[in-house]
Protein backbone atom coordinates (compact mmCIF):
# COMPACT_ATOMS: atom_id res chain seq x y z
CA UNK A 1 0.00 0.00 0.00
CA UNK A 2 1.15 3.38 -0.86
CA UNK A 3 0.01 6.97 1.04
CA UNK A 4 -0.09 10.01 -0.77
CA UNK A 5 1.77 12.54 1.36
CA UNK A 6 0.32 15.36 -0.71
CA UNK A 7 -3.33 14.24 0.95
CA UNK A 8 -2.22 12.52 4.48
CA UNK A 9 -2.89 14.40 7.54
CA UNK A 10 -1.79 11.76 10.23
CA UNK A 11 -4.94 10.74 11.90
CA UNK A 12 -3.55 7.66 12.42
CA UNK A 13 -6.94 5.72 11.58
CA UNK A 14 -4.67 3.51 9.20
CA UNK A 15 -2.35 2.45 11.84
CA UNK A 16 -5.14 0.82 13.48
CA UNK A 17 -6.31 -0.94 10.98
CA UNK A 18 -3.43 -2.44 9.33
CA UNK A 19 -3.20 -5.80 10.11
CA UNK A 20 0.50 -6.01 10.21
CA UNK A 21 1.10 -2.89 12.25
CA UNK A 22 3.56 -1.60 9.32
CA UNK A 23 2.20 1.93 9.28
CA UNK A 24 3.29 4.58 11.26
CA UNK A 25 4.48 8.49 11.76
CA UNK A 26 7.27 10.16 9.88
CA UNK A 27 8.85 12.95 11.15
CA UNK A 28 6.82 15.15 9.26
CA UNK A 29 3.67 14.07 10.85
CA UNK A 30 2.26 11.98 8.04
CA UNK A 31 2.11 8.35 7.92
CA UNK A 32 3.68 6.03 6.53
CA UNK A 33 3.86 2.38 5.47
CA UNK A 34 6.80 -0.25 6.40
CA UNK A 35 7.07 -1.55 2.69
CA UNK A 36 9.48 -4.97 4.02
CA UNK A 37 6.36 -5.70 6.57
CA UNK A 38 3.00 -4.38 4.62
CA UNK A 39 1.46 -7.58 2.98
CA UNK A 40 -0.79 -6.06 0.73
CA UNK A 41 -3.90 -7.01 2.29
CA UNK A 42 -5.79 -3.66 1.05
CA UNK A 43 -7.55 -3.70 4.64
CA UNK A 44 -6.85 -0.44 5.44
CA UNK A 45 -8.08 0.90 1.70
CA UNK A 46 -10.98 -1.09 1.81
CA UNK A 47 -12.37 0.00 5.55
CA UNK A 48 -11.61 2.91 5.85
CA UNK A 49 -13.93 5.68 4.11
CA UNK A 50 -12.75 7.86 2.43
CA UNK A 51 -14.22 11.32 3.17
CA UNK A 52 -12.96 13.28 0.55
CA UNK A 53 -11.87 16.31 1.89
CA UNK A 54 -8.96 18.61 1.12
CA UNK A 55 -6.00 18.12 3.55
CA UNK A 56 -5.63 22.07 3.71
CA UNK A 57 -9.17 21.72 5.01
CA UNK A 58 -8.65 19.46 7.77
CA UNK A 59 -5.64 20.85 9.10
CA UNK A 60 -7.57 24.43 9.06
CA UNK A 61 -10.20 22.86 10.99
CA UNK A 62 -7.76 21.39 13.43
CA UNK A 63 -5.87 24.20 14.07
CA UNK A 64 -9.07 26.13 14.68
CA UNK A 65 -10.16 23.22 17.44
CA UNK A 66 -6.51 23.26 18.98
CA UNK A 67 -6.97 27.02 19.22
CA UNK A 68 -9.97 26.84 21.00
CA UNK A 69 -8.93 23.87 23.16
CA UNK A 70 -11.55 21.55 21.91
CA UNK A 71 -10.93 18.38 20.42
CA UNK A 72 -12.58 15.79 17.59
CA UNK A 73 -13.31 12.28 18.34
CA UNK A 74 -13.29 11.01 14.72
CA UNK A 75 -14.51 7.02 13.98
CA UNK A 76 -12.26 4.58 13.58
CA UNK A 77 -13.35 3.61 9.56
CA UNK A 78 -12.24 6.99 7.97
CA UNK A 79 -9.96 8.27 6.15
CA UNK A 80 -10.72 12.06 5.47
CA UNK A 81 -8.52 12.66 2.18
CA UNK A 82 -8.12 9.81 0.83
CA UNK A 83 -4.58 9.11 0.80
CA UNK A 84 -4.91 5.48 0.97
CA UNK A 85 -3.47 4.24 -2.59
CA UNK A 86 -3.08 0.80 -3.78
CA UNK A 87 -0.29 0.36 -5.72
CA UNK A 88 0.05 -1.69 -9.20
CA UNK A 89 2.05 -4.88 -8.04
CA UNK A 90 4.12 -6.84 -10.28
CA UNK A 91 6.19 -10.60 -9.13
CA UNK A 92 7.01 -11.78 -6.95
CA UNK A 93 5.46 -9.15 -5.11
CA UNK A 94 1.80 -9.15 -6.11
CA UNK A 95 2.08 -13.00 -4.47
CA UNK A 96 1.81 -10.17 -1.28
CA UNK A 97 -1.71 -9.61 -2.06
CA UNK A 98 -2.35 -13.11 -3.78
CA UNK A 99 -1.80 -14.78 -0.03
CA UNK A 100 -3.15 -11.94 1.76
CA UNK A 101 -6.02 -10.08 0.19
CA UNK A 102 -9.22 -12.74 0.27
CA UNK A 103 -10.81 -10.33 -2.07
CA UNK A 104 -8.01 -11.30 -4.82
CA UNK A 105 -8.71 -14.95 -6.61
CA UNK A 106 -5.64 -17.35 -7.00
CA UNK A 107 -4.60 -17.40 -10.78
CA UNK A 108 -3.57 -21.01 -10.35
CA UNK A 109 -6.71 -22.48 -8.41
CA UNK A 110 -9.74 -19.78 -9.36
CA UNK A 111 -10.58 -19.95 -5.58
CA UNK A 112 -10.29 -16.51 -3.46
CA UNK A 113 -9.11 -16.87 0.18
CA UNK A 114 -6.07 -18.28 0.77
CA UNK A 115 -7.24 -21.03 -2.13
CA UNK A 116 -7.56 -24.36 -0.52
CA UNK A 117 -9.98 -26.94 -0.54
CA UNK A 118 -9.70 -29.04 1.97
CA UNK A 119 -12.74 -31.00 2.92
CA UNK A 120 -15.06 -28.11 1.67
CA UNK A 121 -16.35 -30.02 -1.63
CA UNK A 122 -15.06 -33.38 -0.65
CA UNK A 123 -18.23 -34.85 -0.98
CA UNK A 124 -18.09 -34.66 -4.99
CA UNK A 125 -14.14 -34.06 -5.46
CA UNK A 126 -13.30 -37.50 -2.99
CA UNK A 127 -10.15 -35.88 -2.26
CA UNK A 128 -9.88 -37.34 1.02
CA UNK A 129 -10.72 -41.01 0.85
CA UNK A 130 -11.43 -43.51 3.18
CA UNK A 131 -7.97 -44.14 5.06
CA UNK A 132 -6.40 -40.91 3.88
CA UNK A 133 -5.92 -37.77 6.12
CA UNK A 134 -5.52 -34.26 5.04
CA UNK A 135 -3.27 -31.61 7.40
CA UNK A 136 -3.60 -27.84 6.73
CA UNK A 137 -0.72 -26.31 8.05
CA UNK A 138 -1.34 -22.53 7.88
CA UNK A 139 2.03 -20.63 8.64
CA UNK A 140 1.78 -16.86 9.71
CA UNK A 141 -1.51 -17.67 11.24
CA UNK A 142 -2.96 -15.41 13.15
CA UNK A 143 -2.37 -12.09 13.05
CA UNK A 144 1.32 -11.95 13.05
CA UNK A 145 1.95 -13.07 9.31
CA UNK A 146 4.75 -15.21 7.62
CA UNK A 147 7.83 -14.98 4.92
CA UNK A 148 8.12 -17.73 2.43
CA UNK A 149 11.44 -18.14 4.02
CA UNK A 150 9.47 -19.55 6.78
CA UNK A 151 6.60 -21.70 5.03
CA UNK A 152 10.02 -23.33 2.90
CA UNK A 153 11.29 -24.50 6.30
CA UNK A 154 8.18 -26.49 7.47
CA UNK A 155 7.92 -27.83 3.58
CA UNK A 156 11.54 -28.65 3.65
CA UNK A 157 10.65 -30.49 7.16
CA UNK A 158 7.43 -32.42 5.85
CA UNK A 159 8.89 -33.22 2.65
CA UNK A 160 11.18 -36.49 3.85
CA UNK A 161 7.73 -38.06 5.01
CA UNK A 162 7.01 -37.82 1.18
CA UNK A 163 3.43 -36.10 1.63
CA UNK A 164 1.20 -35.88 -1.38
CA UNK A 165 1.08 -32.08 -1.57
CA UNK A 166 -2.49 -30.91 -2.72
CA UNK A 167 -1.80 -30.00 -6.66
CA UNK A 168 -4.86 -27.14 -6.22
CA UNK A 169 -3.40 -25.39 -3.64
CA UNK A 170 -1.24 -22.14 -4.22
CA UNK A 171 1.56 -22.89 -2.15
CA UNK A 172 2.31 -26.45 -4.25
CA UNK A 173 2.87 -24.23 -7.36
CA UNK A 174 5.74 -22.17 -5.72
CA UNK A 175 7.41 -25.56 -4.33
CA UNK A 176 10.52 -26.05 -7.33
CA UNK A 177 10.94 -29.64 -5.78
CA UNK A 178 8.84 -31.54 -3.96
CA UNK A 179 11.00 -33.93 -2.90
CA UNK A 180 13.18 -31.36 -0.77
CA UNK A 181 10.27 -29.12 -0.18
CA UNK A 182 12.57 -26.38 -1.35
CA UNK A 183 10.37 -23.25 -2.88
CA UNK A 184 11.03 -21.17 -5.62
CA UNK A 185 14.36 -18.37 -4.55
CA UNK A 186 12.27 -15.58 -5.74
CA UNK A 187 9.41 -15.72 -3.11
CA UNK A 188 11.61 -16.07 -0.26
CA UNK A 189 11.78 -12.73 1.15
CA UNK A 190 8.14 -12.20 0.34
CA UNK A 191 5.74 -11.35 3.89
CA UNK A 192 1.90 -12.78 3.76
CA UNK A 193 -0.40 -13.21 5.94
CA UNK A 194 -0.77 -16.56 5.77
CA UNK A 195 -0.06 -19.31 3.31
CA UNK A 196 -1.84 -23.14 3.93
CA UNK A 197 0.85 -26.07 3.26
CA UNK A 198 -1.52 -28.73 2.18
CA UNK A 199 -1.26 -32.57 1.64
CA UNK A 200 -2.75 -35.62 2.61
CA UNK A 201 -1.26 -38.95 3.39
CA UNK A 202 -2.18 -42.19 5.29
CA UNK A 203 -4.02 -42.32 8.43
CA UNK A 204 -1.54 -44.18 10.11
CA UNK A 205 1.23 -41.26 9.31
CA UNK A 206 -0.36 -38.59 11.38
CA UNK A 207 1.40 -38.78 14.57
CA UNK A 208 4.62 -39.28 11.87
CA UNK A 209 3.73 -35.73 10.62
CA UNK A 210 2.60 -34.29 14.17
CA UNK A 211 6.25 -35.26 15.43
CA UNK A 212 7.96 -33.15 12.27
CA UNK A 213 5.48 -30.37 12.96
CA UNK A 214 6.71 -30.34 16.37
CA UNK A 215 10.22 -29.71 16.01
CA UNK A 216 9.47 -27.43 12.80
CA UNK A 217 7.82 -24.39 15.29
CA UNK A 218 10.82 -23.84 16.93
CA UNK A 219 12.98 -22.99 13.92
CA UNK A 220 10.53 -20.33 12.58
CA UNK A 221 9.81 -17.14 13.84
CA UNK A 222 6.11 -17.08 13.28
CA UNK A 223 3.50 -19.00 14.41
CA UNK A 224 0.67 -21.61 12.79
CA UNK A 225 -2.65 -22.71 12.43
CA UNK A 226 -2.64 -26.72 12.54
CA UNK A 227 -5.61 -28.68 11.24
CA UNK A 228 -6.50 -32.03 10.51
CA UNK A 229 -9.29 -33.88 8.10
CA UNK A 230 -10.57 -36.86 7.19
CA UNK A 231 -13.92 -38.34 5.09
CA UNK A 232 -16.52 -40.08 8.13
CA UNK A 233 -17.29 -43.96 8.48
CA UNK A 234 -20.54 -44.49 7.85
CA UNK A 235 -21.77 -44.18 11.28
CA UNK A 236 -20.69 -40.62 11.31
CA UNK A 237 -17.43 -41.41 13.52
CA UNK A 238 -14.38 -39.05 12.51
CA UNK A 239 -11.49 -42.06 12.01
CA UNK A 240 -8.45 -39.11 12.15
CA UNK A 241 -9.41 -38.45 15.97
CA UNK A 242 -7.87 -41.92 17.19
CA UNK A 243 -4.76 -41.36 15.59
CA UNK A 244 -4.52 -38.05 16.82
CA UNK A 245 -4.86 -38.85 20.06
CA UNK A 246 -2.81 -42.11 20.01
CA UNK A 247 0.29 -39.30 18.89
CA UNK A 248 -1.06 -37.17 22.08
CA UNK A 249 -2.60 -34.03 21.00
CA UNK A 250 -5.63 -32.23 21.94
CA UNK A 251 -8.22 -32.07 19.23
CA UNK A 252 -10.66 -28.54 18.89
CA UNK A 253 -14.31 -28.99 19.69
CA UNK A 254 -15.25 -26.96 17.19
CA UNK A 255 -14.45 -27.73 13.79
CA UNK A 256 -15.58 -27.65 10.07
CA UNK A 257 -18.35 -30.51 9.07
CA UNK A 258 -18.87 -31.10 4.89
CA UNK A 259 -22.92 -32.56 4.96
CA UNK A 260 -22.50 -34.25 2.07
CA UNK A 261 -25.42 -32.42 -0.06
CA UNK A 262 -23.02 -32.28 -3.06
CA UNK A 263 -24.10 -33.84 -6.39
CA UNK A 264 -22.78 -35.71 -7.84
CA UNK A 265 -22.00 -37.37 -4.78
CA UNK A 266 -18.12 -39.11 -5.25
CA UNK A 267 -18.39 -42.75 -5.08
CA UNK A 268 -15.51 -44.49 -3.60
CA UNK A 269 -15.07 -47.17 -6.40
CA UNK A 270 -14.29 -44.67 -8.76
CA UNK A 271 -10.69 -44.23 -9.71
CA UNK B 1 -9.96 -21.59 2.95
CA UNK B 2 -9.44 -22.43 6.37
CA UNK B 3 -11.06 -19.47 7.52
CA UNK B 4 -13.66 -20.21 10.16
CA UNK B 5 -11.61 -23.56 11.50
CA UNK B 6 -9.37 -22.14 14.01
CA UNK B 7 -11.94 -20.06 16.22
CA UNK B 8 -11.38 -20.04 20.03
CA UNK B 9 -13.08 -19.63 23.07
CA UNK B 10 -14.84 -20.92 25.65
CA UNK B 11 -17.48 -23.62 25.34
CA UNK B 12 -20.03 -21.28 26.04
CA UNK B 13 -19.02 -19.05 23.74
CA UNK B 14 -18.89 -21.21 21.01
CA UNK B 15 -22.43 -22.48 21.76
CA UNK B 16 -23.27 -19.64 19.68
CA UNK B 17 -21.20 -19.58 16.45
CA UNK B 18 -21.93 -21.36 13.70
CA UNK B 19 -21.11 -20.79 9.94
CA UNK B 20 -22.78 -22.17 7.45
CA UNK B 21 -21.01 -21.92 3.80
CA UNK B 22 -21.46 -22.82 0.44
CA UNK B 23 -18.49 -24.52 -1.66
CA UNK B 24 -18.68 -25.73 -5.08
CA UNK B 25 -15.78 -27.71 -7.38
CA UNK B 26 -14.00 -26.90 -10.53
CA UNK B 27 -15.31 -29.30 -13.45
CA UNK B 28 -18.13 -30.72 -11.13
CA UNK B 29 -20.57 -28.51 -9.65
CA UNK B 30 -19.07 -25.51 -10.06
CA UNK B 31 -20.51 -24.47 -13.82
CA UNK B 32 -23.88 -22.71 -13.30
CA UNK B 33 -23.56 -22.90 -9.81
CA UNK B 34 -24.40 -19.01 -9.39
CA UNK B 35 -28.40 -19.49 -9.02
CA UNK B 36 -27.93 -22.29 -6.48
CA UNK B 37 -25.57 -20.12 -4.89
CA UNK B 38 -27.93 -17.45 -4.37
CA UNK B 39 -30.63 -19.66 -3.59
CA UNK B 40 -28.65 -20.97 -0.53
CA UNK B 41 -28.02 -17.53 0.50
CA UNK B 42 -32.07 -16.46 0.31
CA UNK B 43 -32.85 -20.28 2.46
CA UNK B 44 -29.91 -18.43 5.02
CA UNK B 45 -31.27 -15.03 5.22
CA UNK B 46 -35.03 -16.26 6.20
CA UNK B 47 -33.76 -17.22 9.31
CA UNK B 48 -31.77 -14.08 10.55
CA UNK B 49 -28.23 -14.58 10.32
CA UNK B 50 -25.62 -11.89 12.46
CA UNK B 51 -24.04 -12.16 9.50
CA UNK B 52 -23.39 -13.03 5.59
CA UNK B 53 -21.31 -12.16 2.95
CA UNK B 54 -18.61 -13.69 0.32
CA UNK B 55 -15.43 -13.51 -0.17
CA UNK B 56 -15.58 -11.36 -3.87
CA UNK B 57 -18.19 -8.45 -2.83
CA UNK B 58 -17.71 -8.60 1.24
CA UNK B 59 -20.21 -8.82 4.32
CA UNK B 60 -23.20 -7.24 5.11
CA UNK B 61 -21.78 -5.26 7.34
CA UNK B 62 -19.71 -2.89 5.38
CA UNK B 63 -20.47 0.11 3.84
CA UNK B 64 -22.77 0.36 0.87
CA UNK B 65 -23.59 -3.22 1.02
CA UNK B 66 -27.18 -4.42 0.44
CA UNK B 67 -28.18 -7.82 1.10
CA UNK B 68 -30.69 -7.54 -1.64
CA UNK B 69 -27.89 -6.93 -3.90
CA UNK B 70 -25.25 -9.33 -2.81
CA UNK B 71 -27.39 -11.69 -3.39
CA UNK B 72 -28.69 -10.75 -6.58
CA UNK B 73 -24.45 -10.76 -7.83
CA UNK B 74 -23.02 -13.97 -6.01
CA UNK B 75 -21.29 -15.87 -8.86
CA UNK B 76 -20.30 -19.33 -9.27
CA UNK B 77 -16.62 -19.99 -7.90
CA UNK B 78 -17.17 -17.65 -4.87
CA UNK B 79 -17.67 -19.14 -1.21
CA UNK B 80 -20.80 -18.26 0.17
CA UNK B 81 -21.21 -17.80 4.21
CA UNK B 82 -23.49 -17.00 6.96
CA UNK B 83 -23.37 -16.54 10.82
CA UNK B 84 -25.97 -18.23 12.98
CA UNK B 85 -26.08 -17.55 17.03
CA UNK B 86 -28.50 -20.90 18.01
CA UNK B 87 -28.56 -24.29 17.78
CA UNK B 88 -32.61 -24.87 16.94
CA UNK B 89 -32.08 -22.29 13.84
CA UNK B 90 -29.00 -24.22 12.56
CA UNK B 91 -31.42 -27.43 12.66
CA UNK B 92 -33.76 -25.51 10.54
CA UNK B 93 -31.11 -24.06 8.04
CA UNK B 94 -30.16 -27.43 7.37
CA UNK B 95 -33.64 -29.31 7.27
CA UNK B 96 -34.62 -26.76 4.45
CA UNK B 97 -31.07 -26.71 2.85
CA UNK B 98 -31.83 -30.38 2.00
CA UNK B 99 -34.95 -30.09 1.13
CA UNK B 100 -33.90 -27.14 -1.62
CA UNK B 101 -31.25 -30.24 -2.78
CA UNK B 102 -29.22 -27.63 -4.54
CA UNK B 103 -26.89 -29.95 -5.57
CA UNK B 104 -23.56 -27.36 -3.90
CA UNK B 105 -21.74 -28.48 -1.18
CA UNK B 106 -22.83 -27.32 2.14
CA UNK B 107 -20.40 -27.24 5.27
CA UNK B 108 -21.26 -26.08 9.12
CA UNK B 109 -18.23 -24.76 11.11
CA UNK B 110 -19.08 -24.59 15.16
CA UNK B 111 -18.73 -27.45 18.07
CA UNK B 112 -18.36 -30.95 16.18
CA UNK B 113 -20.50 -32.59 18.42
CA UNK B 114 -23.53 -30.61 18.01
CA UNK B 115 -23.43 -30.04 14.40
CA UNK B 116 -23.62 -34.19 14.19
CA UNK B 117 -26.65 -34.23 16.30
CA UNK B 118 -28.40 -31.40 14.18
CA UNK B 119 -27.50 -33.86 11.05
CA UNK B 120 -28.74 -37.32 12.44
CA UNK B 121 -32.07 -35.03 13.71
CA UNK B 122 -32.11 -34.10 9.95
CA UNK B 123 -31.79 -37.59 8.95
CA UNK B 124 -27.94 -37.74 7.49
CA UNK B 125 -24.57 -38.54 8.35
CA UNK B 126 -21.79 -35.99 7.76
CA UNK B 127 -19.55 -36.90 4.90
CA UNK B 128 -16.40 -35.09 6.32
CA UNK B 129 -14.80 -33.10 9.22
CA UNK B 130 -12.07 -31.01 10.18
CA UNK B 131 -10.26 -30.71 13.37
CA UNK B 132 -8.16 -27.33 14.59
CA UNK B 133 -5.06 -28.44 16.20
CA UNK B 134 -4.50 -25.44 17.63
CA UNK B 135 -1.71 -22.68 17.36
CA UNK B 136 1.92 -23.92 17.54
CA UNK B 137 5.06 -22.20 16.73
CA UNK B 138 6.20 -18.61 18.16
CA UNK B 139 3.25 -18.40 21.05
CA UNK B 140 5.03 -15.54 22.81
CA UNK B 141 4.29 -13.32 20.12
CA UNK B 142 0.08 -13.57 20.31
CA UNK B 143 -1.93 -10.98 22.28
CA UNK B 144 -3.77 -11.72 24.94
CA UNK B 145 -5.83 -14.57 24.94
CA UNK B 146 -9.26 -12.14 24.70
CA UNK B 147 -7.97 -10.48 21.63
CA UNK B 148 -7.71 -13.87 20.06
CA UNK B 149 -10.90 -14.80 20.21
CA UNK B 150 -12.08 -12.11 18.52
CA UNK B 151 -9.17 -12.29 16.06
CA UNK B 152 -10.05 -16.01 15.31
CA UNK B 153 -13.62 -15.29 13.90
CA UNK B 154 -12.10 -13.72 10.67
CA UNK B 155 -9.38 -16.63 9.71
CA UNK B 156 -8.40 -14.49 6.58
CA UNK B 157 -6.59 -12.21 9.42
CA UNK B 158 -8.44 -8.66 8.51
CA UNK B 159 -9.48 -7.88 12.15
CA UNK B 160 -6.19 -6.47 13.59
CA UNK B 161 -4.82 -7.00 16.77
CA UNK B 162 -4.41 -2.74 17.04
CA UNK B 163 -7.95 -2.80 15.94
CA UNK B 164 -9.37 -4.94 18.22
CA UNK B 165 -7.19 -3.66 21.69
CA UNK B 166 -8.89 0.10 20.26
CA UNK B 167 -12.44 -1.25 20.48
CA UNK B 168 -12.08 -2.61 23.86
CA UNK B 169 -10.53 0.64 25.03
CA UNK B 170 -13.38 2.79 23.28
CA UNK B 171 -15.93 0.13 25.08
CA UNK B 172 -13.86 0.40 28.72
CA UNK B 173 -14.13 4.17 28.01
CA UNK B 174 -17.38 4.20 27.29
CA UNK B 175 -16.87 5.99 24.06
CA UNK B 176 -18.48 3.17 22.48
CA UNK B 177 -20.99 1.00 22.52
CA UNK B 178 -20.42 -3.07 22.69
CA UNK B 179 -22.87 -3.69 19.38
CA UNK B 180 -21.04 -0.34 17.44
CA UNK B 181 -17.50 -1.87 18.61
CA UNK B 182 -18.43 -5.42 17.31
CA UNK B 183 -20.07 -3.99 14.24
CA UNK B 184 -16.49 -1.92 13.45
CA UNK B 185 -14.65 -5.44 14.02
CA UNK B 186 -17.13 -6.87 11.59
CA UNK B 187 -16.45 -4.14 8.90
CA UNK B 188 -13.05 -5.65 8.26
CA UNK B 189 -13.95 -8.94 7.54
CA UNK B 190 -14.40 -9.61 3.99
CA UNK B 191 -16.35 -13.15 3.85
CA UNK B 192 -18.75 -12.70 6.22
CA UNK B 193 -17.68 -15.29 8.75
CA UNK B 194 -16.95 -12.60 12.14
CA UNK B 195 -20.17 -13.25 14.53
CA UNK B 196 -20.71 -10.20 15.49
CA UNK B 197 -23.38 -11.27 18.27
CA UNK B 198 -21.13 -13.01 19.61
CA UNK B 199 -18.11 -9.89 19.56
CA UNK B 200 -20.40 -7.82 21.27
CA UNK B 201 -21.14 -10.78 24.00
CA UNK B 202 -17.58 -11.01 24.95
CA UNK B 203 -17.69 -6.93 25.04
CA UNK B 204 -20.57 -7.22 27.22
CA UNK B 205 -19.02 -9.72 29.05
CA UNK B 206 -15.71 -7.71 29.63
CA UNK B 207 -17.46 -4.63 30.80
CA UNK B 208 -18.59 -6.85 34.12
CA UNK B 209 -16.04 -8.93 34.80
CA UNK B 210 -12.77 -6.72 33.66
CA UNK B 211 -11.10 -6.26 30.25
CA UNK B 212 -8.06 -7.79 28.82
CA UNK B 213 -7.13 -9.69 32.64
CA UNK B 214 -5.35 -12.74 31.28
CA UNK B 215 -2.18 -13.66 30.72
CA UNK B 216 -0.99 -13.70 26.74
New interface residues.
Given amino acids: MDIDKTKCVGCGNCHIICTMGAISLDAEGKSVVNQDECVECSTCWRVLRDEGYRAWYVRAIRKALSFFKLGYLADADLCPTGALTPPELTWPRILRAQFSNPTVVHPGTGVPGRGTDEIKSNDVTGRLRRGEAGIVVEIGRPGIGAFFRDVEKVAMALAPLAPIFEPENPVTHLISDFKTGRMKEDVLDEKILSAIIEFKTGMEKIPAFLGVLEKVQHEIDTVMSVGVASRCLPDGTIPHEEWVRKAGYTLSPNGKTNLGLGRPLFREDEP | ???????QGA?ES?KR?YIV?A????G??REGSAPKIREFMRICLKYHPVNMGD??Q?SMH??DIAIESLIANLGE???AAAVFTDLDTLEKV?QE??RA?????????????E??EC??KAG????????????????D???EREV?EF??MC????V????IR??IE?VRMR?MTPKRAAL?MA??C??GAFNPARAEALLERMRERGFLYSER
Fill in positions: MTNTLHRLLDFHTAKINVKGQDGTVVLIDLGICINITGLLDVKCRIARHSAEHSLGIWGAKRLPMNTGHGMSFNLKMQRMKCEC
